[in-house]
């Protein structure tokens, strides 16, 4: 009997690696002359990312920053679900900033239809949050990787559990 190897397609992101980012966020706009006295904060939720600022103008720089050491950090910008900019008290801007984590029933069934109809020796399946790629090749796994790898989803995927 030949064995059979897998790996699952998830969408994640470092978690320690976002707080750092928004560390640096903060320190950037600490130190920057034009952002230096809005007094913007940012905090980072268990889920979402809130910034409070003085202006839009301000609330597009902070957003300009944190995307640029999200991205030094390997850090996708798809996990970043940006939401409407909102007035707040005392003449203020808020943002909350969702974080997507996890892989939506509706892509993890375009990602199954895909392997299917591309690679017929190659079976995938949903679990919860996640898509498990089965084959007998490793060669035909890596040949799936690649299209994956390819193709523009709306989430950032990773490529665990490879064996």
Known sequence: MAATYSFDIVSDFDRQELVNAVDQTEREIKSRYDLKDTQTTVEVGEDSITINTDSE???????????????KRNLSQKIFDY????????????????????IGQEIAKQITKLIRDDFKKAQASIQGDAVRVSAKSKDDLQ?????????????????????
């Not at 390819?150 to 559990?161: C, E, G, M, R």
């Open 57 to 71: 103008f301000t609330l597009e720089s902070v957003n300009d920053i944190l995307r640029t050491k999200a991205a």
């Open 83 to 102: 939401g409407k900019a909102e007035s707040a008290s005392g003449n203020r801007v808020r943002q909350e900033i969702k974080l997507r984590k996890g």
């Open 143 to 163: 040949a799936v990787i690649q299209l994956l790898k390819q193709s523009d989803y709306p989430v950032a995927l990773q490529f665990t559990n490879y064996r």
